[in-house]
């Protein structure tokens, strides 16, 4: 079975240029996450979906954060415009119907020049 | 809301036992888990445990709940050099709750 799979793996932009990142999350799970983590720490949670709907935002900076889950599958975070604190790994992960156990994909780690 | 603690750093000799121990604020966390990150890779669920239970074993992995004292602990037996990474304690209050991680231990294994 194939795991959570996000793209791209690395990202260089430069500072004020928009950037999207791509989820997709093991089959028939529900929830969707998507998670910040700065070098050293350890993720912090910008936004979690059931199905397509975004049940908790409250994280998400969103002045310049969107993120969209239109069919309830896969998913994209969007940074428009970026800045340089914004250089992190973005960690997507889903769970099942039980919501007991989460697993993360690769996740992409994001520099901003 | 949850707060998870964990001491930063760990070393110990390759065949020893680790213990690397996380406190939690939250006396709601329902679940209490243990994630393992390798450099440059995504977090690996290593296992987890109910509040209702005090203690899981999983062939070399440990887990202790301490729920009075909000302590979680996860024991490697016979540690090898492939454990050392980065392992995460993280809390969750109920199924509709969020994941809660600590800053990680980083463990060393030294031959």
């Known amino acids: 079975e194939a795991g959570v799979v996000q793209s791209p793996r690395y990202k260089i932009i430069e500072k004020k240029q928009p950037v999207a990142f791509w989820c997709n999350p093991i089959s028939g799970h529900n929830t969707l996450y998507w998670y910040l983590q700065n070098l050293g720490q350890g993720p912090e949670l910008l936004i979690r979906y059931e199905n397509e709907e975004a049940v908790d935002d409250s994280q998400l900076p969103k002045d310049r954060f969107s993120a969209e889950r239109l069919k309830g599958v896969d998913s994209t975070l969007k940074i428009q415009p970026a800045e340089l604190g914004d250089s992190a790994v973005y960690l997507c992960?889903?769970?099942?119907?039980?919501?007991?156990?989460?697993?993360f994909g690769q996740g992409t780690r994001l520099t901003v020049v | 809301g949850e707060d998870v603690e964990q001491s930063l750093f760990l070393s110990v000799r390759e065949g020893d036992s680790s213990v690397i121990n996380c406190t939690y604020t939250d006396s709601s966390s329902t679940y209490l888990y243990w994630y393992k990150q390798e450099p440059g890779a995504g977090l690996q669920l290593l296992t987890y445990?109910?509040?209702?239970?005090d203690m899981k074993q999983d062939q070399r992995l440990t887990v202790l709940l301490n729920k009075k004292d909000k302590h979680l602990s996860l024991r490697i037996a016979d540690t090898q050099s492939g454990d050392s990474a980065i392992y995460f304690c993280?809390?969750?209050?109920?199924?509709?709750?969020?994941?809660?991680f600590g800053k990680g231990t980083k463990l060393s294994v030294k031959p």
């Open positions: 993280a809390g969750r209050g109920g199924s509709q709750g969020n994941l809660i």
């Open positions: 445990i109910f509040s209702n239970m």
């Open positions: 992960a889903s769970s099942g119907s039980l919501n007991t156990e989460a697993f």
